[in-house]
């Protein structure tokens, strides 16, 4: 679920901000399917930042329950190529 390559994914509309970052709403390119993309404001700079979002990451990939969005892929840039990582999931 690592390394979800974002050249598959269009990116559509800002849905919101959230205090990390932004979510858009996405279309994966081949399937039609919509997704949301919340992508960081922080880029990838220091170990702390990339453990953190490891755990995160772990922890979406895991979580199986109707009330939570289902888990993606993650992708380590963002649409402009800048070291700020990017989640999908089901929107």
Same mark, same amino acid.
């Not at 390119?29 to 997704?35: M, Q």
């Not at 329950?65 to 840039?77: A, D, E, L, R």
């Given at each position: 679920?690592?390394?979800? =390559?974002?050249?598959?994914?269009?990116?559509?509309?800002?849905?919101?901000?959230?205090?990390?970052?932004?979510?858009?709403?996405?279309? =994966?390119?081949?399937?039609?399917?919509?997704?949301?993309?919340?992508?960081?404001?922080?880029?990838?700079?220091?170990?702390?930042?990339?453990?953190?979002?490891?755990?995160?990451?772990?922890i979406l990939a895991k979580a199986?329950?109707?009330?939570?969005?289902?888990?993606?892929?993650?992708?380590?840039?963002?649409?402009?190529?800048?070291?700020?990582?990017?989640?999908?999931?089901?929107?």
């Open positions: 679920k690592s390394d979800f =390559d974002l050249n598959k994914i269009e990116q559509l509309e800002l849905i919101g901000h959230v205090s990390f970052g932004e979510v858009y709403k996405v279309r =994966d390119k081949k399937s039609k399917k919509i997704l949301a993309a919340k992508i960081s404001f922080r880029s990838m700079s220091s170990k702390n930042i990339i453990r953190d979002l490891s755990r995160e990451v772990n199986n329950h109707p009330c939570v969005i289902q888990f993606v892929g993650f992708s380590s840039i963002n649409f402009h190529q800048e070291p700020k990582p990017t989640n999908r999931s089901i929107y």
